[in-house]
């Protein structure tokens, strides 16, 4: 019997990914910078840095501190903006065939509008991240995503803006979870993807001074891994839409386990950083434990946890 | 850039803090240049969790023994044990293998007929500077002058002069405490490099230097005065080290080079924005007149 | 001039500690477990395992799983109940010279308020910490501890039973912890403490079920100290009552963060799993920073954080 | 119990997945006795976080020139690679140090007037067992006959079989595909045993078993039947080791002896409370008769 290689494919609302691995917003750039790593159309989705209609230059130097397992970065907003990205990397990630999803941010409900409308009318995107969950920065969505009723007002108004699957990146700085997820998805949110970074602080003990500038940063990579698998699985048993899992994945067999939670597609972020072939070591992986266990479908794997 | 798990050759202790390792990797040693870095990963579990970015200081061209051990061409690295990635590498043996990514960034930038250069550096800023030394004296054609001043708080922190010297480099030596070469600082060395009889004005020396970011900062001072290029090697804590992250950065002038084809600088706002440049991926080494020292 | 040694001691309202390192509750045992590695009397406090009115069997087993940089567990309650813990347990400490601080545990308000009447009546015992932030139960106070009102009443009706100083180990399961933060003070707290565990899962990808049979547990050790840090940070801001700092304290520097944050004393939880001697190691490394840097009294670096 | 930053004298891979690994570690050594464990702390790092238990394989007493080279005293374990933590150790090499805390937890109990010990090993159960056997064969005054029945997956999980003969212990083995022995599992060999003449019945063997939970659950079974006293080493996942953190435990039978001077039990609930052993403080090693397996 010829070997037939598992189907990988996985459907995010309207889109259908190739693959269940996306790139996390912010960690991989817009894609060039890894290409001499990855051939970027072999990959699920590739979701590019944040994006806001103006440019933006962030926050002030040192933005990274690194932790046990992890790192804090206080990046904030800074980006090209639409225009630039439109004109200048948008192209080439259109070239190189991959499956393009910009991740907003905005800092009113109407630019998230008008930046998902401008993103409607641009070809070659296949879908958007609405990211309600920037820790970094007072303007960075934040506020939307820590409290059920204005999450429910920015996704319904940017629903209304864009035919584009919208995905809502929730932030895991929240009392319950699954009350945001909720709220989101009644508003029309086509996925979830969770978890943005957790809050947290470094501090330098010989200048008594915050290691970043911004005082607090997001806390990435495997250190936070246990939680965001947590908030996956118990989002995705409220909710009907696909879940998104993102935070610490590092391997296939991290990935499996968001998958097995419930995540219909993953996002790797900081793991890129360690290794830059991560997402591919990742796709793989999967493709082998599922080879290994005679799984020749993987949207039968998803959610598949015994309890 | 590649990503290459190299095997370490050696790791040579060269004082109780100070390292020389060289490692197995010929397609970053076929390519890399001077003032480019590596990309290690210290620790095939994830504490530390990121790479380690250390500047190439010398490439190796592999004898025909090596070749035949599989051991071909190499990069050699040195570096001081500051904290847990750099303790971790220390205890590293002949054998043992580092993941590393490389060639990164944009190095020095060499002009073919440079006459006199000046190599100005500061502890363990020698790192880059020795393969650049060696750069420009085996790649130029013409016969040329190199000086290379370097300061340190003791003798303890200066490195490598033997090898300068080896390679026909000029090597004045300064330390904050006299125990070796003159008492001071670098920029006591260049002040006087300029004062004395080597230096005629309008000689135009090429400046390269590459140290702790308070001597880089000086060291421009002194060097802007005599309108005179200098080519710095900045630091910069990173994460991803190939532009992707956005966590590096300097505050930069904005460079007429840089203004993208089609692009208008609408405010002042969005000239602001253009000025900060990524040291993984912009630099690591720029010109002294393009940062904004604070 | 004859060397002095730099004053350790600091003040958790009534009650004077010789030094601002204490053992966080449940990582200890006892006391007596750790005996071998450290003399009780040399810290500042230990804080006992969790104690409920009545002996508790606790979660079943597997009850850990090892993370990237942490521990996720799912102990529970088990206990040998206030009576045993008085009977058994405390004649030890007491002789060992230990100052002795007992974490409290309870079902309803009710529960709290007499165990917190009985210990108040036992010799021995110092101090109080009431743990509404055990995320391994439904009934183990958690409830209390990510609301508001709910923990001003517990928090309230325990003081009144109690003339013990009263501390109140928060949970960091919540949206914001400065408001949960101020109503504990408002009700007559002595001291805060934080963080408990945060809730977090592990899954085994070959047997597709979660790692602890509790399905769920909570994730200490060094990969939560960023969070841990910031929440101190934050807390240690907006109320007048000292601050306990518990997180992934792995040593001197990460105890020193804690200090410089706003923390008037550290508690070392994980740490002591991966090395026995940690307490006392934080201590030496505590004492020779303050004789480093010239200080001489450690309540003068307590909240020094220059942003 | 001591914490020891032991010194590694050899780690010899025996297979691709098994290797033996002596520590110099005098205080441990002279305290330790058979079924106790170690808590090896792998890294410097936190990444494994924490420590690994290892049986107590065998315990050293130093030659003169050992001492001499101030290597006296030390513990061996011998361990399986089955994921990230023995995956680093097995990575360690002669001079690396490794932190230790040892010898840990309830061993197995001997009676001076033993007969016949019946040693029931599976897979890397024959740790324990080894150290069992050497102190049975030369601590006790009077003949003794040990008999030990080994099962494994296949021979390359049998291990150590030549140093059980060498001490003078009778060795049968079975692997489940017949490489190597009978083939059949271990309880094969238990019922052979007891159903041929070597065995008498009323000669009461002391039986002692480590290895898998499956194993040792079929095991008590054959055991028990015959009315024999067994005493089992079990395995759980730990965090502290010293019966502080209450994550490592298993179900027991209360019995008798567990009764606290002074503890009436007033309800069945109470009773069952009572019920939970923990491996690391009460065990590792437990009467088969107490557990309950579910
Ligand atoms: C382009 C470049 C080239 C360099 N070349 C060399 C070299 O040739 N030899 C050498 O000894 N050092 C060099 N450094 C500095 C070297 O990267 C740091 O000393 C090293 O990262 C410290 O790691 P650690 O884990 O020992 O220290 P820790 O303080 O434990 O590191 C904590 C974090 O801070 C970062 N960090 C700490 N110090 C620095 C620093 N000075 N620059 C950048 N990141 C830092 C680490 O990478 C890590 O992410 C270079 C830095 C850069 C940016
Ligand atoms: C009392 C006792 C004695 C032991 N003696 C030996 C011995 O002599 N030789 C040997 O090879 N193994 C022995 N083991 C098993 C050994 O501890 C595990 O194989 C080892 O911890 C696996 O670590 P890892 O990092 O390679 O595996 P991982 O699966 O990566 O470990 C993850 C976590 O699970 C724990 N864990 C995984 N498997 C086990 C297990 N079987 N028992 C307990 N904890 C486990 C680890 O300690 C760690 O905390 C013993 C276990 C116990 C409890
Ligand atoms: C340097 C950095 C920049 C980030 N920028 C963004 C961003 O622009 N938009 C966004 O939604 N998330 C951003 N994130 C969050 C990641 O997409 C991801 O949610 C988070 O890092 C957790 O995943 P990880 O642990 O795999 O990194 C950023 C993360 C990092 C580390
Ligand atoms: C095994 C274990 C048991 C715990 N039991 C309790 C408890 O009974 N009561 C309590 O308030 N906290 C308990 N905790 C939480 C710790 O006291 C501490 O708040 C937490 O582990 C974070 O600190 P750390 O990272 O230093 O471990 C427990 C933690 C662990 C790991
Ligand atoms: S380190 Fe990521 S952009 Fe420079
Ligand atoms: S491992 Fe902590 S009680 Fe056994």
């Known amino acids: 019997m010829a070997f037939v290689p598992p189907d990988l494919s996985v459907n995010i609302s309207s889109l259908t990914l190739k693959n269940p691995i996306m790139t996390a917003s912010g960690t991989f750039g817009y894609g060039q910078e890894y290409a001499s790593f990855v051939d970027l159309d072999k990959l699920g989705a590739i979701i590019v840095k944040g994006i806001s209609l103006e440019p933006r230059s962030g926050n002030p130097y040192p933005r990274i501190a690194e932790t046990t397992g992890g790192m804090l970065n206080s990046v904030g907003l800074e980006n090209i903006g639409a225009d630039r990205f439109i004109s200048e990397k948008l192209p080439y990630l259109v070239d190189s065939g991959a499956c393009v999803i910009v991740n907003l941010i905005g800092n009113t409900v109407e630019e998230y509008c008008e930046l998902a409308q401008k993103l409607d009318k641009t070809s070659g995107i296949k879908g958007l991240e609405l990211n309600i969950s920037c820790p970094n920065v007072k303007e960075g969505g934040i506020f939307f995503g820590i409290e059920a009723t204005s999450a429910f007002q920015v996704v319904g108004s940017t629903r209304r803006s864009t035919k584009l699957p919208l995905i809502v990146k929730l932030s895991p700085n929240v009392t319950d979870i699954t009350v945001i997820a909720r709220s989101v998805q009644e508003a029309g949110a086509d996925a979830i993807s969770l978890i943005n970074t957790i809050t947290g602080m470094a501090i330098d003990i010989e200048t008594r001074t915050p290691k970043l500038a911004n005082i607090t940063g997001g806390l990435s990579g495997p250190a936070i891994k246990p939680i965001a698998l947590r908030m996956v699985w118990e989002v995705s048993r409220v909710v009907e839409i696909p879940v998104i899992g993102v935070g610490g994945i590092m391997n296939a067999e991290d990935a499996l386990e968001f998958i097995i939670a419930g995540a219909s597609a993953i996002q790797v972020g900081t793991a890129n950083f360690v290794n830059p072939k991560a997402t591919i070591d990742i796709l793989l992986g999967i493709e082998k434990y599922l080879t290994d266990k005679n799984i020749n479908d993987i949207k039968t794997l998803i959610g598949t946890l015994k309890i | 850039m590649y990503q290459v798990l190299s095997k370490v050759l050696f790791n040579n202790e060269l004082s ?251 405010s002042a706002k969005q000239k602001d924005e253009m000025g900060y440049k990524r040291v993984c991926k912009d630099g690591p080494v720029f010109d002294c007149n393009e940062i904004i020292w604070e």
Chains 1, 3 share one sequence.
């Open chain 2, 16 to 266: 109780p803090v100070y390292y020389r390792m060289s490692l197995n990797c010929p397609e970053i040693a076929s390519e890399a240049y001077p003032g480019q870095f590596l990309m290690a990963r210290v620790s095939k579990q994830l504490d530390p969790l990121l790479r380690r970015p250390f500047a190439i200081h010398s490439v190796k061209n592999a004898t025909a023994k090596e070749i035949k051990m599989d051991t071909s061409s190499c990069v050699e690295i040195l570096y001081k044990v500051v904290g847990k990635g750099t303790k971790v590498m220390s205890l590293m043996r002949e054998g043992d293998e580092m993941d590393i990514i490389g060639p990164i960034g944009n190095g020095y930038r060499l002009d073919r007929n440079i006459q006199t250069a000046i190599l100005i550096g500061g502890g363990i800023g020698v790192a880059s500077l020795f393969y650049l030394a060696e750069t420009i004296i085996t790649k130029g054609s013409k016969a040329k002058k190199v000086v290379f001043l370097l300061g340190g708080k003791t003798k303890d922190d200066i490195l490598c002069i033997e090898d300068f010297k080896r390679i026909g480099v000029e090597v004045r030596v300064a330390t904050e405490d006299g125990s070796l070469g003159c008492k001071g600082v670098v920029t006591d060395l260049l002040s006087d490099y300029f004062g004395s009889g080597d230096y005629t004005p309008g000689s135009s020396p090429y400046c390269f230097a590459c140290g702790p970011e308070d001597m880089l900062k000086e060291v421009s001072k002194v060097i802007v005065e005599k309108e005179l290029p200098c080519q710095i090697s900045l630091e910069s804590k990173m994460a991803c080290g190939v532009g992707a992250c956005m966590v590096c950065g300097v505050e930069t002038k904005p460079q007429l080079g840089d203004l993208r084809k089609g692009t208008v600088l609408k």
